[in-house]
């Protein structure tokens, strides 16, 4: 059973920015990180493999970088220029063979 502990979640002024962490227990491949907004769907952030290649969504490029300390089980996710409509519940993720796991989620909200 795979267990994901997010951390660095908060409140932060438009422009700021945010660093989040999640550990994981257990075998890992992939990790990413998700967010949802109010009333709308869960969507990608980014993801890392265990190998280092990412991904990310078009509206994240540029102010967003996944990275991955291995040794660590845990994975980050640097946010800078953070805008209003970045504000969210973001959720870390995770595969391990063929089941993949969510974190709790975190709290991140852009307002003045």
């Known amino acids: 059973q795979v267990q994901l502990v997010e951390s660095g979640g908060g409140l932060v002024q438009p422009g700021g920015s945010l660093r989040l962490s999640c550990a994981a227990s257990g075998s890992i491949s992939n990790m990413g990180w998700y967010r949802q907004a109010p009333g709308k769907q869960r969507e990608l952030v980014a993801d890392?493999?265990?190998?280092?290649?990412?991904n990310y969504a078009d509206s994240m490029k540029g102010r967003f970088t996944i990275s991955r300390d291995t040794a660590k089980n845990t994975v980050y996710l640097q946010m800078n220029n953070l805008k209003p409509e970045d504000t969210a519940v973001y959720y870390c993720?995770?595969?391990?063979?063929?089941?993949?796991?969510w974190g709790q989620g975190t709290q991140v909200t852009v307002s003045s």
């Open positions: 890392i493999t265990r190998g280092g290649s990412t």
């Open positions: 993720n995770a595969q391990s063979g063929w089941t993949t796991y």
